[in-house]
C-alpha cells in the first residue's frame, strides 16, 4: 500500500512540482492550498506524513504542525515545514517538526529527506 501525503501549499506552481515528484517517487499525495482544505482531509484520512509551507491564506503551517503535535492520534506523524523564509531557527522554536527546508529547494533533496521519514 502506498504511503500518503499530505502537501499544504498555497502557491499553486510549487504544490504541482511537489505533487509531481512525490507521485513520481510512487507516493499516494493529496494537496490543499489552505488549512481548511487540510483540516478538511485530515477528517476522512490521516496521512503517513505532512508538509506544510508556514504561510498560508487562511492561517498558518506553524499552527497545523502545533495541533498535530499535541493531538495524541497524530502526534507520530513526520512533520515537514517549507518557507521562503531563511529564519529557520526562530520557525524550529515554535514547532516540533521534524524537519525543516528553505524555497527554493533541491528536488533530490527534498524527495530524499521524505523517504527518511517515510522508509518502511
Known sequence: MKKCIYVV????????????????ELYEVRTCPNTNDFWLQMNKHIPDMVI???MLPD???LD??????R????HNIPVM????NNHLNAVKAKCDAEDFINKPFDLNDFASRVEKYLAA
Not at 497545523?64 to 503535535?69: E, H, P, T
Not at 493531538?71 to 497524530?74: D, L, Q, R
Not at 515545514?81 to 521562503?84: D, F
Open 9 to 24: 501549499e498555497d502557491n499553486p506552481n510549487i504544490r504541482e512540482i511537489i505533487e509531481f515528484l512525490l507521485i513520481e
Open 52 to 54: 506544510l509551507d508556514i
Open 59 to 61: 492561517g498558518n503551517g
Open 64 to 69: 497545523i504542525c502545533n495541533s498535530l503535535k
Open 71 to 74: 493531538n495524541i492520534k497524530t
Open 81 to 84: 515545514m517549507m518557507s521562503a
